[in-house]
């Protein structure tokens, strides 16, 4: 692998893996506060399935640079300008609305990038790819279940899920945007192009949100920047968080 | 409408295998069935307890009820020969 591709590959990995990590950790809040015991099972559930994904790339991402970092270095120890997931996936979970619509917008799109990544010339990704797809295929018809059940169930279910629809909406279209680096990656075979992934995510969320009688908007001023490093300022609270425990008490096990 | 009405109560049968038979696990609230097999899937599968589950609306289900448990079941007590445990096998049978 050339020094060029291995740099731009460590940069994407570390945005998918991103993604994943702090997506899983929205979820994981929910632990012991759900609505219902079920859902205090089924979202924990979720959490694991993508927090196990951004494990599986940030020890990638350490392999690929090659300087003796851990996913735990990766996860734990970077400030918040290194971190680059979207903006979306850090997003506070604010209601039960809320949370499974943001988990919907993200499964729609990782599907078909899954599927795509069948065919990456990458191994390691392949890999992952097969066993990742599945989890996320029920991702989507949890999340979705529940979306169209609150967008058409009683009137403040409605106007909850409307009301994510407005905040979050405007997210999305930062999980189309490509930098120079995921550009070179996609021209290499590595990562898919997104284009295609785009139609498939818009037939995903249009097929539920005609069944949950939700409008979808046009999104006037997209919000994006997290790719860059530049976050929300919940996403403060949620790193104190998650790397309260490995600052605290470096090197702590079980 | 009462929270029994929007999140009604659902039996839970899991199959561990192909070849056996489902079998009841436990239950749980859902608002319909494909929100009670999802919920079952998360709340009684995740240490790969089967490959197949049902529901069914608890309301669906009807009971024998308790207090008629002597007529119902005490008079089959006394009735040992309807056990097939009084022929001799032969060899060539195996287990059975």
């Known amino acids: 692998m050339s020094i060029t591709i291995r740099n731009a590959l460590l940069h994407s990995v570390v945005q998918i893996a991103d993604d994943h990590l702090i997506l899983g950790h929205r979820l994981s809040e929910w632990c012991g506060h759900a609505p219902m015991l079920e859902e205090d099972l089924s979202m924990p559930n979720m959490a694991l399935d993508l927090i196990g994904t951004a494990r599986t790339l940030y020890s990638y991402a350490a392999e690929l640079e090659g300087k003796n970092r851990t996913e735990d270095d990766f996860a734990y120890l970077r400030t ?13 979970n604010t209601d039960f ?19 795509a990544m069948h065919h990456s010339s990458d191994a390691t990704l392949q890999a992952l790819s097969h066993k990742a797809v599945k989890e996320i295929a029920y991702h ?69 949100f005609t069944q949950a009688k939700l409008h979808r908007p046009n999104i006037g001023f997209p919000q994006t920047g997290g790719r860059q490093g530049l976050h929300t300022e919940d996403f403060g609270m949620l790193l104190a968080q998650l790397q309260y425990l490995p600052r605290s008490y470096p090197g702590a096990t079980w | ?52 589950i049902w529901v069914v609306a608890s309301k669906d289900i009807y009971a024998s009820d308790p207090s008629q448990a002597a007529e119902n079941f005490d008079p089959a007590s006394d009735k040992v020969y309807r056990h097939p445990s009084f022929y001799d096998i032969p060899d060539e049978v195996g287990h059975m």
Not at chain 1, 80 to 92: A, F, I, K, S, T
Not at chain 1, 97 to 106: D, E, G, P, S, V
Not at chain 2, 22 to 37: N, P, R, Y
Request: charged share 25%.
């Open chain 1, 80 to 92: 918040d300008r290194e971190y680059q997931n979207c903006l979306l996936v850090e997003r506070p």
């Open chain 1, 97 to 115: 609305a809320h949370t499974m619509l943001k988990q919907l917008y993200f499964s729609a799109f990782m599907k078909p990038f899954w599927d």
């Open chain 1, 140 to 208: 989507i018809r949890h999340s979705g279940e529940w979306v169209v059940r609150l967008g058409d169930g009683t009137d403040e279910s409605s106007a909850r899920m409307s009301a994510a629809v407005s905040a979050l909406h405007p997210y999305t279209d930062e999980l189309f945007e490509t930098d120079a680096q995921r550009l070179h990656c996609i021209e290499q075979g590595v990562l898919p192009e997104l284009g295609e992934i785009k139609l498939q995510w818009s037939q995903t969320i249009d097929t539920v």
């Open chain 2, 1 to 52: 409408m009462s929270e029994e009405a929007n999140m009604p109560l659902w039996e839970v049968f899991i199959r561990p295998r192909v070849g056996l038979h489902h079998k009841h696990v436990g239950s749980l609230h859902a608002a319909d069935s494909t929100m009670a097999l999802q919920a079952a899937r998360d709340v009684y599968t995740r240490r790969e307890e089967g490959d197949s």
